[in-house]
Structure formats: C-alpha cells, structure tokens
C-alpha cells in the first residue's frame, strides 16, 4: 500500500488521500479532479485544452458550450444559449426559446420567428411586408400593415385616406377641413367657430350649449343656467333656477333677494323691517334689543 506522510496541522486525511480542497466534505485532488455541483469527476486526459463543469459532467470549453447544465457542441462563430440549446448568433436568432436561421443582419424577433425588421413589420405577432415607400410611413393596424400616407387605421379598422388632415372618430375615418367628431359622431363641420355639444356639432358665435342643450344665443351678455340660457345684465342663476336680478345680486337657495328689503333666513326669504332684526331659524326676530333666538 502506498502510504504518505503529512503535517497534521496543514492537512486533512481522508481514506488515505491527502489534498487542499473539500468537495461536499470529501477531500479530492484538484490536479487530477474537479468538483462539479458536489459531484467529484475525474479530469479528461490532458488532450482536452480547457474543461470546466457543466452540471454534473465534465466538458471541454473549447468544442462544448454549457446551456442550462445541459452539454451541447460548441458553435463556430458566435455561441449563446437559447434555453438549453446552444446556437450561432452570426447566423441563426433565438426568439422564445425556438431557433431559426437568421433572415439577415438585421434581424429581429416577431413571436416565435425572426424577421427583417428593414423589410419587414411584426403586425400583433405577425411577419408582413414593409409597404414600399418611405420606412417613417410604415405602420401596423391590426395585423396588416399599411402605408399611412395612402391609409388609415381606425380601431383596427383600414380605411382610404382621402386627404392629409384625415383623422378617426371612433372607427369611423373623416376629413377634418370640412367634418368633426363629437362624441364619437362625425358631424358637418361648421364654417365659423365650430364647436361640440354632445354629439352635436355647433356655431358658438351664434350657438350655446349648455348641460347638452343647444340654444340660439341670447341678446346682451349670455350665460347657462342649467340647461337654459340667460341674459346675465337682466337675470340672476340660482342653483338652476334663473330669476329677475335685484340690487345686491344674491341668491337665496334658488331665489333672488333684494338686500335693500329682504333678507335670506336659512334659505328662506323674509321682508326686512326698517329697525334691527336677526334670523332665528326661518323667521325675522324684529326687535333684537329686545328679544332673544334661542334655536340659531
């Protein structure tokens, strides 16, 4: 038996081998081992150039290449991984795991397949044609591809453009100099001051929409009230309500009040009497120097 002598302050012995490095607790020799995920393997002979681990197995980096602790020939060129696969990316695209030639040197992933993406549009994973003409027009609708100079997309819907300043309302493709779009309707446009009210399209020179209701405008100085239109110079808004305007201009829950006779109790109007007077609840105290509210 061939038995070695060692210093027991610098080596551990384990069934009568002596080395430097733990593999799982078990002492192996690095110069004829390697430890390969707790795994003890024998190196390969010195022909193999440069190994390395790869999971549990011994590989030689110069002609395999490790995916996912799985061994596979090493490429040529350029070697990477696509899943536990080895491919050449001068030549071949991995897209999701699935490896395909590579269409050219500008080549890109569309789902599962490659594409040039100088020819090419991924139109909602699929491969289609760049329409000819300048790439800055190309686009997608759906899964077509269009030309947006001669086409337009709307909800996914293709449609002819029949001029530059054609535009979508709703699905629905219009021309913006002579049409308009409110609430997802196209109407005739019209010639001064267009306008939406709801669906409607409207002058607002001559025109008021208010709370969706259309209205020729009114005379002085116009205004809504709900969904009525008022002169503001000759009438008052309260809470939608429109009233006669009085001196001092104030509202009284939804009616008018004129401060120089009345006065506003807890939303409720009361004629004021020429001495002092208070609210006490919904009434006038007349007499405050002499009376009291008890309920304020």
């Excluded at 490896?99 to 090419?120: A, F, K, L, W």
């Excluded at 699905?171 to 709801?198: R, T």
């Excluded at 709370?211 to 009438?235: E, K, R, W």
């Excluded at 009616?255 to 004021?272: H, I, N, Y």
Aim: hydrophobic share 30%; aromatic share 4%.
């Amino acid at each position: 038996m061939n038995v070695k002598v060692f210093v027991v302050f610098a080596f551990c012995c384990c069934w009568l081998k002596v080395g430097g490095e733990e593999c799982r607790g078990v002492t192996y020799d690095p110069s004829i081992e390697i430890c390969c995920d707790d795994v003890i393997r024998l190196l390969p002979d010195s022909q193999v150039a440069d190994p390395d681990c790869c999971g549990t197995e011994v590989i030689d980096r110069t002609t395999h290449f490790c995916c996912e602790r799985k061994a596979r020939y090493r490429p040529c060129h350029t070697p990477d991984c696509c899943g536990n696969n080895a491919f050449d990316r001068e030549y071949q695209i991995c897209c999701k795991r699935r490896i395909h030639s590579r269409p050219s040197n500008n080549s890109v992933c569309c789902n599962e397949v490659g594409m040039d993406q100088y020819t090419q549009l991924c139109c909602d994973g699929q491969v289609r044609q760049r329409p000819i003409g300048d790439d800055a027009n190309a686009d997608c609708c759906g899964y077509e591809a269009i030309d947006k100079t001669k086409k337009i997309c709307c909800q996914r819907i293709i449609q002819d453009r029949l001029s530059a300043e054609m535009d979508c309302c709703a699905d629905i493709a219009f021309d913006k100099n002579v049409a308009m779009c409110c609430d997802s309707v196209v109407n005739v446009k019209p010639v001064e001051s267009p306008a939406c009210c709801g669906s409607k399209a409207i002058n607002s020179n001559v025109q008021m929409c208010c709370d969706g209701v259309i209205h020729t405008q009114p005379s002085g100085s116009p205004a809504c009230c709900g969904n009525l239109t008022m002169d503001t110079l000759s009438h008052i808004c309260c809470e939608g309500v429109i009233n006669e305007r009085k001196p001092g201009d104030k509202c009284c829950n939804s009616m008018s009040v004129d401060l120089s006779t009345e006065r506003c109790c807890f939303g409720k109007v009361c004629a004021q009497a020429d001495f002092p007077t208070g609210c006490c609840k919904l009434e006038i105290v007349k007499g405050k120097k002499t009376r009291i509210c008890c309920h304020k």
